[in-house]
């Protein structure tokens, strides 16, 4: 099953949510909420509410009336998560073009939910930074609250996945005093997601996935998430040590070799600019880019 998260024509929304949650068939887009009272407006509650949730909306996507989804602003799957956790230098052959070993733990950092970018929004290029950079990655999105979660058990945690793209401003991730992995990662709009929430049952493993991203249809990176350092279960064992997941937070699991700032001469992105993430079985997130004037 397939989920997003969209703006309608009229705009309407419930007070504590942005945008509503439709199912996506082969006719297009049933919202949930309007098609059945008991399930709720946005995504995160409905992840909240756990399995029966979602195969009540499963059960919606056959019997409700289909929108077309050019008709309505799709939005990130989850407009406002919780927690944004993402892991650096998680494709040993990216740690190396990097200039760094493969770690031995992982690297984690995280973004603010005020960076969220929805499918086919434009990230905007701050003034304070030249050497902003891609990175496709896949998401993971969290079903259940979970502490100290096995690592054999982890995948019972997981509602789904998606596209993310790491937007990354390097001089200031690598170039501030002690580096700053946290501002460098986390200006607005840096963390595009989407466009669909793709249930676990349809992608299977997620370990076994190609990767790309295209800059202005060029392929910059392509690889496969069987490179991963650490493997998505063991992700989730890992920071559920040190923090709870809720229903709705999201995991950028790290990126593969390809990235702008490690090419020679490097390339980062530009005002015109067009980025794909494309992911097996999950789908494509397109995003455009502009420089913001410094005036």
């Known amino acids: 099953m397939r989920l997003v998260s969209y703006i309608p024509q009229d705009g309407s929304q419930a007070a504590d949510c942005k945008g509503r949650t439709a199912v996506v068939t082969e006719s297009g887009l049933v919202d949930l909420n309007r098609t059945d009272l008991g399930l709720p407006t946005c995504m995160r509650k409905l992840l909240k509410m756990g399995p029966d949730a979602l195969e009540k909306a499963r059960a919606v996507g056959e019997k409700g009336e289909a929108f077309s989804r050019d008709s309505v602003q799709l939005l990130a799957p989850l407009p406002r998560p ?42 905007m290029l701050p003034s304070v930074s030249d050497r902003v950079d891609y990175e496709a990655e896949l998401v993971v999105v969290l079903g259940r609250q979970g502490k100290n979660i096995p690592i054999e058990n982890a995948l019972d945690y997981v509602a789904g996945y998606t596209c993310g793209n790491d937007i990354s401003a390097r001089d200031w991730q690598k170039g501030k005093p002690a580096k700053q992995w946290l501002l460098g990662k986390t200006f607005d709009t840096f963390a595009p997601f989407g466009p669909e929430l ?27 998430t069987d490179l991963l350092i650490f493997s998505v279960p063991f992700l989730i064992s890992y ?57």
């Open 198 to 224: 793709v249930t676990k049952d349809e992608v299977g493993d997620p370990g076994q996935l190609d990767i790309q991203l295209r800059l202005n249809g060029e392929t910059m990176q392509s690889s496969r």
């Open 239 to 295: 920071i559920s040590q040190i923090c709870t997941f809720e229903p709705g937070d999201v995991l950028f699991t790290g990126t593969p070799q390809g990235v702008g700032d490690a090419r020679t001469p490097p390339i980062y992105l530009q005002d015109g600019d067009e980025t794909e993430v494309e992911i097996e079985k999950i789908g494509v997130l397109r995003n455009k880019v502009q420089r913001i004037d410094a005036s």
């Open 82 to 123: 919780g927690k944004i956790v993402c892991i650096g230098a998680n494709y040993a052959d990216h740690a190396r073009e990097s200039g760094i070993e493969p770690p031995s733990e992982p690297v984690v950092f995280n973004k603010f939910p005020t960076a969220v970018l929805e499918p086919g929004g434009t990230v």
